[in-house]
């Protein structure tokens, strides 16, 4: 009987863990490498599930009155710029399907806090995407599949001047000074370094269709085996029991 219940266990735990965790799906790459193009393209392709969007943007820390004043002075691509505590907590509450407030955040006042957060509902499949989600290994364990976006750096760099110029409505100059003085040395020195953790590496962002309908079909696959827990409803009875 003690192997049997052990393997019953065995199974049933890993059902239980199946059930409860929501697959998460991490996408991390330099800044304007086409992270937010890839995320589209896999929320339109799993239109029939339900997708939250989380961004590390979000998790930036409000500047003080102090920092304000020497902003060209921030470097906002180091991973201390982010509150991955806040971000962790997040990530945890929705894999385990309960409803958390976003913080939006706002590149102009440079503050979380402007905008009311958003609230986001429990759904089947969480994407996270950030420069850094790679960093901490805390975050980066939460993930089931790792997505690294390798775009080269001219491309991401004029891709970041227009971007900034027109969207952000920064200065040319503010924009090549901030990628000489931080972007680039953070990228080399800690966004870079974390693309070994990646799973799946795609070059060229959205454009790569190939790589996004692979990366769909093996959610699709994770998904199906998360809804054979259905078959088994007193798994957490079974559970419980284990607990007490
Ligand atoms: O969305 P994306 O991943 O491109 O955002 C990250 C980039 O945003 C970083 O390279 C950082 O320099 C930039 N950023 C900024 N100003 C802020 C916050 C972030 O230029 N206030």
């Given at each position: 009987?003690?192997?049997?219940?052990?393997?019953?266990?065995?199974?049933?735990?890993?059902?239980?863990?199946?059930?409860?965790?929501?697959?998460?799906?991490?996408?991390?790459?330099?800044?304007?490498?086409?992270?937010?193009?890839?995320?589209?393209?896999?929320?339109?392709?799993?239109?029939?599930?339900?997708?939250?969007?989380?961004?590390?943007?979000?998790?930036?820390?409000?500047?003080?009155?102090?920092?304000?004043?020497?902003?060209?002075?921030?470097?906002?691509?180091?991973?201390?710029?982010?509150?991955?505590?806040?971000?962790?907590?997040?990530?945890?509450?929705?894999?385990h399907g309960q409803a958390v407030d976003i913080p939006k955040y706002d590149f102009k006042s440079y503050?979380n806090d402007v905008f009311p957060a958003r609230r986001v509902n429990p759904s089947d499949v969480i994407?996270?995407?950030?420069?850094?989600?790679?960093?901490?290994?805390?975050?980066?364990?939460?993930?089931?599949?790792?997505?690294?976006?390798?775009?080269?750096?001219?491309?991401?760099?004029?891709?970041?001047?227009?971007?900034?110029?027109?969207?952000?409505?920064?200065?040319?100059?503010?924009?090549?000074?901030?990628?000489?003085?931080?972007?680039?040395?953070?990228?080399?020195?800690?966004?870079?370094?974390?693309?070994?953790?990646?799973?799946?590496?795609?070059?060229?962002?959205?454009?790569?269709?190939?790589?996004?309908?692979?990366?769909?079909?093996?959610?699709?696959?994770?998904?199906?085996?998360?809804?054979?827990?259905k078959i088994y409803p007193n798994l957490y009875v079974i559970h419980s029991t284990f607990q007490v």
């Open positions: 009987t003690t192997y049997w219940s052990k393997a019953v266990y065995t199974f049933e735990v890993q059902f239980i863990e199946l059930r409860l965790s929501r697959p998460a799906l991490g996408v991390a790459g330099g800044a304007a490498s086409g992270k937010t193009p890839v995320c589209d393209l896999i929320i339109e392709q799993l239109h029939d599930q339900r997708v939250v969007l989380v961004n590390q943007d979000s998790f930036y820390y409000n500047l003080t009155a102090e920092e304000l004043t020497k902003v060209h002075e921030y470097n906002f691509d180091h991973p201390d710029a982010f509150n991955t505590e806040q971000l962790l907590r997040a990530m945890e509450k929705l894999k503050k994407i996270l995407e950030g420069i850094l989600i790679f960093h901490d290994p805390r975050v980066r364990d939460l993930m089931s599949m790792k997505i690294f976006v390798d775009t080269d750096a001219d491309v991401r760099l004029a891709r970041r001047i227009r971007r900034d110029t027109v969207q952000k409505g920064r200065d040319i100059n503010t924009v090549l000074d901030q990628y000489s003085k931080f972007v680039k040395p953070a990228f080399d020195d800690f966004i870079l370094p974390t693309k070994k953790y990646a799973d799946v590496i795609i070059p060229r962002g959205g454009d790569n269709h190939v790589a996004i309908d692979l990366i769909v079909q093996h959610i699709r696959t994770k998904l199906g085996q998360h809804d054979l827990c």
